[in-house]
C-alpha cells in the first residue's frame, strides 16, 4: 500500500459529527474559542483547554475542516485555524443567477 493512500482518508469518517458538531463538548470548546477570537493558532487553543491532549484536539479539529466547518491551515511548523470564510452564506449568492 502506498503511503499517499495512508495520508488521504474519506472526508466523512464520522458523519455524525458532520451533522451534529455540537454534539461534543470538546468541539462545542472549540467553536466557542473560534467564535470569542476568529482566528486562533493550534498552539493557542491547546494551551486554553489543558483539560484535552494534543491529541484530543487536533482530531477533532480535522474533523471540523473536513466537514467545513472550520479552515485548517499550516504554514511550516504552525497551524491557524478559522471559520469557513463561506460560513452562514447560501451558495446562490456564490453563483451568477441568470434569468
Known sequence: MPTSSLLESAPNIHP???EHPN???LTATILDHLNEQTVISLDS????MP???WNQI???VDQLARCSKIVLRRHRFDYTL???PFRGI???FLSPHYS
Open 23 to 25: 454534539t461534543d463538548v
Open 90 to 92: 447560501t451558495t446562490s
Open 16 to 18: 455524525l459529527l458532520c
Open 51 to 53: 483539560q484535552y491532549t
Open 82 to 84: 478559522f471559520f469557513h
Open 45 to 48: 487553543l491547546i494551551c486554553l
Open 58 to 60: 487536533f482530531h477533532t
